[in-house]
């Protein structure tokens, strides 16, 4: 199953199909007794994908087939034990993708000839993806981070590994010799290839970046290249050679304190738009200067989520029963907002109450 969304993949998804692209979502669920039921609603959904797929005439037997067989392959590759908040399954002739999100999503299926990636988007942004550059004397380690863990980056190059004889990292740190370590030419360029590896990663998929390391280390990578400058610097040596729990246990708390710094910065910023009258408050009000492209920060709550129906020109609460019930709105926002350049940003709950929720910066 897929779990990050680079701009590059995202791209490939939006791309048109022949007909028919089909998007099967459901919630799931990460612990018991909730995710019991989580098999059945799965294998009750892709029934659905099949009844629509057999009952649209637009589709030919031999499309028809090929689609079932892909969301066979697809429902095969689920690995529920490792279910996080939702799950989204893509197929189309001769493709299928199984994406797990942590965020919930409504349970839907689309046959369109382009898949729904509205809930991937909004469930990206939420994560809040980051880089974590682990260096050391002989190994350079990447990985991609989000909102409860870290999995190891490879590719673009990564892991970067250096042997030479008689060298010892190990020993070098248990003995205190890392001062002479990161003073050989050597280590000097082992560590300008790390930043270019890493100034390319940024270029494809930029994120913020945490570098993680002895003191030695750290300054050396900040004397010859230029990623260190601009990341968040963690003392904590051992890490490139560290397990993926490792890593997020020691990111962790300063990866949170930086979320809550970044709500702190969000707050001041629609302060100072209030006052400037570029402020939109409330879903109805958001939703519009979306649709126009004047939002230039979107502000949601963590767990904000509503139901509506479309009325045209404006929002109204629907009950989930509703057949015309949108309730996914908020991600379609969130997409939206990020298709026109705003810089969407995800908040503690409560933090908007005074604007229900959610909340923009309009750039006129």
């Excluded at 590759?77 to 002739?93: N, Q």
């Amino acid at each position: 199953m897929e779990h990050a969304l680079s701009p590059a993949t995202l791209s490939e998804l939006r791309r048109p199909r022949p007909y028919p692209a089909v998007s099967v979502l459901t919630p799931t669920h990460r612990r018991d007794p909730l995710n019991t039921q989580d098999r059945v609603r799965l294998r009750n959904a892709v029934a659905e994908a099949k009844r629509q797929l057999e009952s649209d005439p637009a589709v030919s037997r031999e499309r028809r087939a090929d689609v079932v067989q892909e969301l066979d392959r697809a429902l095969a590759e689920v690995d529920l034990a490792h279910a996080e908040d939702g799950l989204v399954i893509f197929a189309a002739p001769g493709e299928h993708q199984v994406w797990s999100l942590g965020r919930a999503v409504p349970e839907r299926v689309v046959l369109s000839d382009t898949f729904l990636t509205r809930n991937l988007v909004s469930a990206q942004a939420a994560e809040r993806p980051f880089w974590v550059l682990s260096v050391s004397a002989d190994r350079v380690t990447l990985w991609s981070g989000g909102a409860d863990r870290v999995t190891e980056e490879r590719g673009g190059g990564f892991p970067l590994t250096r042997s030479r004889p008689n060298f010892d990292a190990e020993r070098q740190e248990r003995i205190g010799d890392q001062p002479s370590t990161f003073r050989d030419e050597g280590t000097r360029q082992f560590l300008r290839e790390a930043d270019t590896a890493m100034s390319s990663v940024l270029r494809d998929e930029p994120r913020p970046v945490y570098v993680t390391g002895e003191e030695a280390a750290l300054s050396l990578l900040d004397e010859v290249g230029s990623v260190a400058k601009g990341a968040v610097h963690l003392r904590h040596g051992g890490l490139a050679h560290a397990t993926p729990e490792a890593v997020w246990q020691a990111v962790r708390p300063v990866h949170e304190a930086e979320l809550r710094r970044a709500a702190d910065d969000v707050g001041r910023e629609l302060t100072s738009a209030r006052g400037r009258k570029t402020y939109a408050a409330g879903l109805d009000e958001v939703w519009q200067s979306a649709r126009e492209g004047r939002v230039r920060l979107l502000a949601v709550e963590e767990n904000y989520k509503v139901t509506v129906r479309d009325l045209g020109d404006h929002l109204e609460p629907a009950g989930s029963d509703d057949l015309d019930a949108r309730s996914d709105i908020v991600d379609e926002i969130v997409e939206q907002c990020l298709e026109t350049g705003a810089e969407v940003r995800f908040v503690p709950d409560g933090m908007l109450e005074d604007a229900q929720g959610i909340a923009g910066v309009l750039r006129y």
